[in-house]
């Protein structure tokens, strides 16, 4: 079940909102400020924010902009507001808004809204693999630990997405040489173990995930 994040500081909007998501099938959560959301996606981000502008502390603008910083994660967000004026809504769209939305507003439309934004969000989510908190995005080549990008070389990242792969089984020696540098010998084993080395410490505190199988070769715990 998808989840979404209502932010906004009035209680009858909370509750229109989660009532008529909750009967279409969706998983509803609120926060009632800015800097309460920004908790909230920060320890188990939702599938979706629906985000006020005019919040008591931290605004729904600031808000956007702070999560479209991140890189390790791009929640879709709609911009349920009052502020209707042209450059409200050009400012939202410029911030990474996916839809803007302005109360009053018809709750069968809002619903509508959320559904196609998610479908949008899945088509176009590119494959990620996991292994704790590391994020392996092959078709970018990007590895992102625990929300900060690491600054892999080629060979470090097909080391590691060889070990991601391969789901906590080991991968021999042989294998990894193969998959990564494409010939055997003496020489690419002592390579093959810098390699390790390196990517741990890349990798920081995560880098312990990254086992050593004596006489076979390496593994993920995950």
């Known amino acids: 079940m998808e989840r979404v994040l209502i932010v906004d500081d009035d209680p009858d909007i909370v509750r229109l909102v989660s009532y008529n998501l909750n009967h279409s099938g969706f998983e509803t959560i ?16 939702p599938d979706m924010i629906i985000l006020d502008l005019m919040l008591p502390d931290v605004d729904g603008m600031e808000v956007c902009r702070t999560l479209r910083r991140q890189p390790s994660r791009r929640i879709p ?28 507003f018809s709750p069968r439309e ?12 899945r088509d176009e989510q590119p494959e990620v693999l996991r292994a704790g908190r ?48 494409g010939y055997h010998g003496e020489a690419t084993s002592r390579t093959l173990d810098t390699h390790v080395r ?25």
């Open 198 to 222: 390196r990517l741990r410490d890349k990798l920081g505190e995560d880098g312990a995930c990254v086992e050593t199988v004596r006489g076979v070769g390496y593994r993920i715990a995950l």
């Open 30 to 45: 609120s926060a009632g400020t800015g800097r309460k959301a920004l908790e909230i996606v920060e320890k188990n981000p």
């Open 134 to 181: 590391i994020q392996i995005y092959p078709e970018r080549r990007q590895c992102i630990v625990a929300g900060t990008p690491a600054p892999l070389t080629a060979k470090e990242f097909d080391l590691l997405h060889e070990l991601v792969k391969a789901r906590g089984n080991v991968v021999t020696r042989d294998n990894l040489m193969d998959r990564v540098w």
């Open 77 to 104: 967000i709609l911009m349920l507001t009052a502020r209707g004026e042209e450059i409200d809504r050009v400012v939202g769209f410029e911030l990474g808004a996916d839809d803007y939305v302005i109360k009053p």
């Open 110 to 121: 809002l619903v509508l809204r959320v559904k196609s934004i998610l479908r949008r969000a």
